[in-house]
C-alpha cells in the first residue's frame, strides 16, 4: 500500500477524464459536441459559490439532508465485534441516494437551458430520482427501462408516470440496464439540441463519473463529520455496495485520503462467484470499453458484453464506474461480493434488529458489514452506507419466499 | 499518400474518371456467416467501390434500430471479430481490388489485443478501419499499429465538429473521411443537403483527404444530392435492412443488387 501514499486522489480525472488507465471518453464523435459543451459549462459551475449555494439548499431542504449517521445497536450485538453504523440514504426523499446527482445534474440542466432530461434506469430508482427533479423544473423527461426492469419493478414504473415522465421499454440486446443506457445515449446524439442526459451512476463517459460522483460526495462528507461528533474519529472501516458504484464512491471519495481508513465496495455474487451467474466485473471480470469509458467488464472471450445476475435490479450491470476499477488496482479499496443469499438473509436481519427495511442493493453491504464487523474489535467502528430503501423490493422478495401480494 | 494501399488506389481512380465513390455497408454475420462473402461479391458486381463490413458487437450505441438489429442478428450466428477476418481472407481470394473497411466498436478489439488485431488485419488483407466509439483523443495507439502496416484510419466528422477538433483528426485520418450528415443515429430521417454542402467546404479547409457522406442516405436521388459536393456516399441502414427483411439468402442478393445498383446508376448520372 506504499503507492497509495503518493496519490492526491482529489485530483483525479485528469483532464480527459482518465483514472490511471480507465475512464476517458470512449463515444462516437456524434456525442463529442455534447458531451465537450457539458465538461465546459461543469468545470465552470462545481467551483462557483452560486451554483454550489443552490445545490446545497436544494440537498437541505428537498432532499432533507443531512441524513442520520445511526448506531444500529441491535444489529451490532448480533454481529459480535465493530460498531455498525449506518448512512441513512434510505431517509433521502425519493428513498435513495440518487437524488443527490439527480438534484445537481437537475441545476445543470437548468443552466443549459434544455426543456428535455432522459435517464436510463434499471431498478428504477434513479429513473424517479430523475422525473422527481423533471417534475419539480416543469421538465419534459423520459426514462429508458429494459424492458425485463420494466416487468420487475412495476411499482417504480407507476411512480415514474405519475411524475409525468414517459417510460420507454427497451427491448434491443439483454433488455435491461445496459441496453437502456445505450437507448438514452442515441435519444441524446438524436435530440442534443433540448435535451440534457441524467446519467445515474459513476460510469459513461467524461465528464459524468466525476460530476456524478462530486454530487454524491455529500454523503461521504457528512459522515466524515458525523463520525467525529458520535465517535471522535473516521472510521476503522467503510462498506458500500457497487453496481456501477455512484453510491459507494459517494461515500468513499472525502476519505480516500485518510489512509488509515479501509473501504470495502461489495459487489453482487448472485448466484455465486464460481457459477458465473453474477455481476462482480471487478471481482470476476477483465479491463474493456464499454458505455463511453474503460473499466472492467463481465464479457465473454470474443469481448461481447454478457448478461449479468442479481437478485437486486441495481445491481445487475456488467461494468463499473472507472474510479473503482483504478481504486482496485492501487488497492486502495477492496472489493468483494455478497451473493444473493447473503444479501437475502441481511435484508431479513436488518429488518428484523433494527426495523429499517434496507434497498436489496444496500443489503449486499449490510451482508459484508456483518460478516466484518465479527472479525474486528468493539471498540471499533464501520460505516455502512445504506444507500436505499427496500419498499420497492418487497415484491421480489415476497415472490421469493412464495407469497403473492 | 501511398497508392500500396487499396482504398488510396481506388479513390485516385475515381477521381481521374470523375465519378463518385459508392461506400456499401453491411454487417458481417447478418443472414448466416456462409453468406457474408457472397453478398460482398454481389455488392461489388452491383457497383460498389468500397465495402464497410460491420463487426458485430452486443452494445453498438452508435446505431439506430436497424443496424442493432443487424448487429443482433449476427451475434446469434456467434460472428465474432475472428470469424469477420476470416471472411476477408476468403473475400480476398476472388477480389484483389475492392477496399474492405472493417466498421466496429473498440471492446472486441481491446479483447484480442490490439497489436494482434493489426497483425491479423492486414494478414486477412483489410484495408482500413473505422472504430466508431475510438474518437481522436483515444485513438492514438490503434492508429498507429495500424498505420505501421499500411491500413488505414477512417474518422467520423460530424456537423458539431469544429474547426480545432477538425484539424486534430485530420492530423489522424488517413484514407478517407467519413461525414456523419446529421445529428443522430445511422439511418435516421431529415437530411439536409444545404448542411451537407457547408460542412463538406468547411472540412475541405482542413484536408486533402477523400470526403464521403453517410447517415441517412436511402436511395440513388438522396445519395446523389450528398455526393454532390463531397467524394462519394455511404450506404448502410436500407441494406441491412433489405438484409433481414429477405426470406433467403438468394433474396437479400438480389435485394441488396437492386438498391447498390439503383444508387450507382444516380451517382453516375
Redesign the interface.
Known amino acids: 500500500m506504499s503507492k497509495q501514499e503518493t496519490v492526491d486522489f482529489s485530483a483525479f480525472p485528469d483532464a480527459d477524464g482518465h483514472f490511471g488507465a480507465y475512464g476517458g471518453r470512449f463515444v462516437s464523435e456524434t456525442l463529442i459536441g455534447a458531451l465537450d459543451e457539458l465538461r465546459e459549462m461543469y468545470s465552470r459551475l462545481k467551483d462557483d459559490p452560486e451554483f454550489i449555494k443552490a445545490f446545497d439548499y436544494d440537498l437541505a431542504h428537498y432532499v432533507g439532508r443531512p441524513s442520520p449517521l445511526y448506531l444500529a445497536e441491535r444489529l451490532t450485538e448480533a454481529a459480535g465485534g465493530a460498531r455498525i453504523w449506518l448512512k441513512r440514504e434510505d431517509l433521502n426523499h425519493t428513498g435513495a441516494h440518487k437524488v443527490n446527482n439527480t438534484v445537481g445534474q437537475a441545476l445543470l440542466a437548468k443552466h443549459s437551458g434544455k426543456t428535455r432530461v432522459i435517464a436510463e434506469t434499471g431498478a428504477g430508482q434513479h429513473g424517479v430520482a430523475t422525473a422527481t427533479v423533471a417534475a419539480r423544473l416543469g421538465l419534459k423527461c423520459a426514462v429508458y427501462m429494459g424492458a425485463e426492469d420494466v416487468k420487475r419493478q412495476s411499482p417504480n414504473v407507476y411512480r415514474m408516470k405519475l411524475l409525468g415522465a414517459e417510460v420507454i421499454p427497451v427491448e434491443s440486446g439483454s433488455k435491461t440496464l445496459k441496453d437502456a443506457m445505450n437507448e438514452a445515449m442515441r435519444d441524446w446524439v438524436t435530440n442534443v439540441d433540448d435535451t440534457f442526459y441524467i446519467i445515474g451512476t459513476v460510469a459513461g463517459p467524461h465528464p459524468y463519473p466525476q460530476l456524478v460522483r462530486d454530487f454524491n460526495s455529500v454523503i461521504g462528507r457528512e459522515a466524515r463529520r458525523q463520525s467525529l461528533e458520535e465517535f471522535g474519529q473516521l472510521p476503522d472501516a467503510l462498506v458500500a455496495c457497487v453496481g456501477g458504484g455512484s453510491n459507494a464512491i459517494g461515500l468513499f471519495h472525502p476519505f480516500l485520503n485518510d489512509s488509515d481508513v479501509k473501504m470495502y465496495g461489495v459487489e453482487a455474487g448472485g448466484e455465486g462467484l464460481a457459477t458465473g451467474h453474477h455481476a462482480a466485473p471487478l471481482n470476476d471480470g477483465v479491463p474493456g470499453i464499454l458505455h463511453g469509458n474503460r473499466t472492467y467488464l463481465m464479457e465473454d472471450d470474443d469481448g461481447q458484453i454478457i448478461e449479468t445476475h442479481s437478485v437486486s435490479a441495481g445491481l445487475d450491470y456488467p461494468g463499473v464506474g472507472p474510479e473503482h476499477a483504478w481504486l482496485k488496482d492501487i488497492g486502495r479499496v477492496e472489493y468483494v461480493t455478497a451473493d444473493d443469499k447473503e444479501a437475502l438473509d441481511a435484508f431479513r436481519q436488518l429488518t428484523r434488529t433494527e426495523g429499517i427495511l434496507p434497498a436489496l442493493e444496500s443489503s449486499h453491504a449490510v451482508a459484508y458489514a456483518l460478516k466484518l464487523a465479527a472479525g474486528m474489535g468493539a471498540d471499533q467502528n464501520i460505516v455502512v452506507n445504506l444507500s436505499g430503501r427496500g419498499d420497492k423490493d418487497i415484491f421480489t422478495v415476497a415472490a421469493i419466499d412464495g407469497i403473492q401480494v | 499518400m501511398t497508392e500500396e494501399n487499396r482504398i488510396d488506389r481506388r479513390f485516385a481512380g475515381l477521381r481521374a474518371e470523375g465519378r463518385k465513390a459508392l461506400v456499401a455497408y453491411i454487417v458481417a454475420g447478418d443472414g448466416g456467416s456462409e453468406n457474408t462473402v457472397p453478398l460482398m461479391h454481389q455488392l461489388v458486381a452491383s457497383g460498389t467501390d468500397l465495402i464497410e463490413l460491420g463487426v458485430p458487437?452486443?452494445?453498438?450505441?452508435?446505431?439506430?434500430?436497424v443496424i442493432?438489429?443487424g448487429h443482433?442478428r449476427a451475434?446469434e450466428h456467434k460472428t465474432?471479430?475472428?470469424k469477420c477476418l476470416q471472411m476477408v481472407a476468403e473475400f480476398r481470394r476472388q477480389d484483389a481490388d475492392t477496399p474492405v473497411i472493417l466498421m466496429g466498436?473498440?471492446?472486441?478489439?481491446?479483447?484480442?489485443g490490439a497489436e494482434n488485431f493489426a497483425e491479423a488485419a492486414r494478414d486477412a488483407g483489410v484495408d482500413g478501419a473505422l472504430t466508431?466509439?475510438?474518437?481522436a483523443?483515444?485513438a492514438g495507439p490503434l492508429n498507429r499499429l495500424l498505420s505501421e502496416r499500411e491500413l488505414r484510419n477512417i474518422?467520423?466528422?460530424?456537423p458539431?465538429?469544429?474547426d480545432e477538433?477538425l484539424q486534430q483528426?485530420a492530423g489522424l485520418a488517413s484514407g478517407f473521411v467519413y461525414y456523419?450528415s446529421l445529428?443522430?443515429?445511422t439511418g435516421?430521417g431529415h437530411l439536409d443537403p444545404d448542411s451537407v454542402r457547408d460542412n463538406l467546404t468547411r472540412i475541405r479547409r482542413h484536408t486533402d483527404l477523400p470526403l464521403c457522406v453517410g447517415f441517412g442516405i436511402k436511395d440513388g436521388e438522396s445519395a446523389r444530392a450528398v455526393s454532390e459536393h463531397g467524394d462519394g456516399a455511404v450506404v448502410g441502414s436500407v441494406l441491412v435492412s433489405a438484409i433481414g427483411e429477405a426470406a433467403s439468402a438468394g433474396a437479400a442478393r438480389d435485394s441488396v443488387a437492386a438498391i447498390v445498383g439503383e444508387i450507382r446508376t444516380a451517382l453516375d448520372a
Open positions: 458487437f452486443s452494445d453498438p450505441m452508435a446505431e439506430g434500430p442493432q438489429k443482433e451475434l465474432s471479430l475472428r466498436y473498440a471492446n472486441p478489439i481491446e479483447k484480442m466508431v466509439d475510438l474518437p483523443e483515444e474518422f467520423l466528422l460530424t458539431t465538429t469544429g477538433r483528426i456523419v445529428k443522430g443515429v435516421a
